[in-house]
């Protein structure tokens, strides 16, 4: 463990506010990310960055946004578009020519 | 178009019966495939990925192209093998990951 941290653990807002989680890693890495993982629906990819300043968008982006202005942070915010925002959310990170992703603790967000 | 396809969502044997997770996938490349683990508690973690063609933790997983498939499989089930296991898939695109549903393995006494 350590190396890669999010937070807070868990996170409560109301419905219309926009929520931004903390994702934060000390291995150096180029690549970041963001998924949400579901019962039953596995890891979807949010967001990811493959360097500094520059971002993709993945499969479920829309009511999310990114920034990537720090090689060791990769906030995600969650905004009053994402129609359904409650979930857990894990960030990740990798080397560049490395294979291996490594995930964060998760950020269990609930928006009633 | 890229996907991964584990059609169980839980698996359940006793301690001692061999276990195999299911993995299929599509991708007109040639892929890399990967098994991650969460223990309860725990993080996600790399389990094994097919290019070492290793045994970790008793697991093996063998690339069958013909099949498109990536099943893990370990010959006798132990109770700390319970976890949620989750089949991911790297295309050309190095940085870019595509993950399946995931399967619950639950090993019984």
């Known amino acids: 463990d350590g190396g890669i941290t999010q937070s807070p653990k868990y996170l409560f807002r109301k419905e219309g506010q926009n929520v931004t989680l903390s994702c934060e890693q000390n291995?150096?890495?180029?690549?970041m990310y963001w998924y949400r993982q579901d019962p039953g629906q596995g890891l979807r990819l949010i967001y990811y960055?493959?360097?500094?300043?520059?971002?993709q968008k993945g499969d479920i982006a829309e009511g999310y946004s990114v920034s990537r202005e720090k090689k060791e942070s990769f906030p995600l915010t969650v905004t009053s578009a994402q129609k359904n925002p409650t979930a857990f959310y894990l960030c990740?990170?990798?080397?560049?020519?490395?294979?291996?992703?490594?995930f964060g603790p998760g950020t269990r967000l609930t928006v009633t | 178009a890229q996907r991964v396809t584990q059609p169980e969502k839980l698996l359940s044997v006793f301690k001692g019966a061999p276990v195999e997770l299911k993995c299929n996938y599509s991708?007109?490349?040639?892929?890399?495939l990967f098994w991650y683990v969460q223990y309860s508690r725990q993080r996600l973690q790399l389990l094994l990925r097919?290019?070492s063609r290793e045994s970790i933790k008793g697991f093996t997983a063998d690339l069958n192209k013909g099949e498109t498939s990536f099943h893990l499989k370990k010959p006798f089930a132990q109770e700390e093998d319970s976890a949620m296991y989750y089949c991911?898939?790297?295309?050309?695109?190095?940085?870019?990951?595509?993950f399946g549903s995931g399967t619950k393995l639950n090993v019984k006494p």
């Open positions: 991708y007109s490349g040639s892929p890399e």
């Open positions: 291995l150096n890495h180029d690549a």
């Open positions: 990740a990170s990798k080397g560049t020519g490395q294979y291996e992703q490594y």
């Open positions: 960055s493959q360097i500094v300043n520059d971002f």
């Open positions: 097919h290019i």
């Open positions: 991911a898939l790297r295309g050309n695109n190095f940085n870019k990951f595509y």
